[in-house]
């Protein structure tokens, strides 16, 4: 995620900078596999964070705190996760 936060950066930046900017990292964007790929994955690590990010919420909130609600909360984050990376990677694509 850090390394793809740096590209993430850099792209806002850019097309902040000009309307040119703005054309260039669009064209990038729609063009480049490479530049796909960073989004996606980007994408993807943000998701699962976030994920993870509601689990802990609901722990600290004293929702299931039992091993057996540990595990099934690790397997909801799970299938949650990867429907929203599959569902970014349709985006992206």
């Known amino acids: 995620m850090f390394v793809g ?3 993430a950066f850099w792209a806002l930046g850019e097309s902040l900078s ?4 703005f054309d260039a990292v669009s064209s990038a964007l729609a063009n480049n596999f490479f530049a796909k ?7 993807s690590a ?6 993870a ?3 802990h919420l609901l722990m600290d909130a004293n929702v299931g705190v039992t091993l057996e609600g540990g595990v099934k909360k690790a397997q909801i ?4 996760s990867a429907i929203l990376i599959i569902l970014a990677g349709v985006w992206v694509w």
């Open 37 to 43: 790929f960073v989004a996606w994955g980007l994408l």
């Open 5 to 7: 936060l740096i590209f």
């Open 77 to 80: 984050t799970v299938v949650v």
């Open 46 to 51: 943000l998701a699962f964070h976030f994920v």
């Open 53 to 55: 990010g509601i689990k």
């Open 18 to 21: 000009s309307p040119a900017g």
